[in-house]
DNA sequence: TCCTTTCATCGAAGGATGTCGATGCAACGC
DNA sequence: GCGTTGCATCGACATCCTTCGATGAAAGGA
């Protein structure tokens, strides 16, 4: 679990980072690199807190999907919702992801600037 | 070069995506995986155009460097700028950074919503 | 207690990635 | 034309990453 980056990065503008923090940046990154995770952490943030053994209609073995499980877990974006009888859920972590869309430079949530108004989000 | 995504995948309420997105979207991020490039893209953020021969101080060898600019520019973040006697210079590609934050629920730029208040995006 | 279910961990195999030296190549200046 | 400078490409090597089967461990149910 790592401390969350409050620092934007590659939008211009942006003010000249030190090399610890293109690594802290780097590995939340590349847990984001990897279509497997990225379908884990969309299917998080669509539907909600999801049990693992959902995820097996992704095609991939149960210790891979642990394996991805893990390093989302270890990059702060996921996290254990709760565990009922043998079952674990899983669920996302919005400050995480957030933290990374405001270090590519985006507005931190467009909730607080201007409440939940779909056709604004989307252009 | 890639068309820039224009979805929203891991912020809570986005939609459920397909498996040619994720693969787009992973391989994006995957470019800001390595700290050296994220260091490089921090420079044409930060100060601008930037001529290759600068990211020498990043003590890595010419053809290393050459490397990171490839992925980056094949990632579509980065592009040449102009070349002038035997420099290159190389620039950011301020929409495709834009696409990620967007992906991952960041506002698509601040002052379409509310002009730039630095008091409302630190908290 | 014993078995089943669910998930995490381990170890191994194959492929991808970061790094470098050597080389190629285009733009100058002489 | 010739040498120099700056950058891209090539080939090689060490390391990391993704994936799997096998195993371990915890929670229940019979």
Known sequence: MKKIAT???CSP???PLRAKEFED????FK???DPTR???VNRLASVGDTCVCEFNSLGLSQPTISHHLRILREAGLIEVAHKRKTWVFYR???EAVEALAFALGGAP???LVLATAEGTVAR
């Open 7 to 9: 620092v934007t990065c």
């Open 13 to 15: 503008g942006a003010p």
């Open 38 to 40: 990225l379908a884990i």
């Open 92 to 94: 996302l972590v919005p």
């Open 109 to 111: 949530q467009p909730e």
């Open 25 to 28: 940046l780097s590995s939340r």
């Open 31 to 33: 847990a984001l690199s």
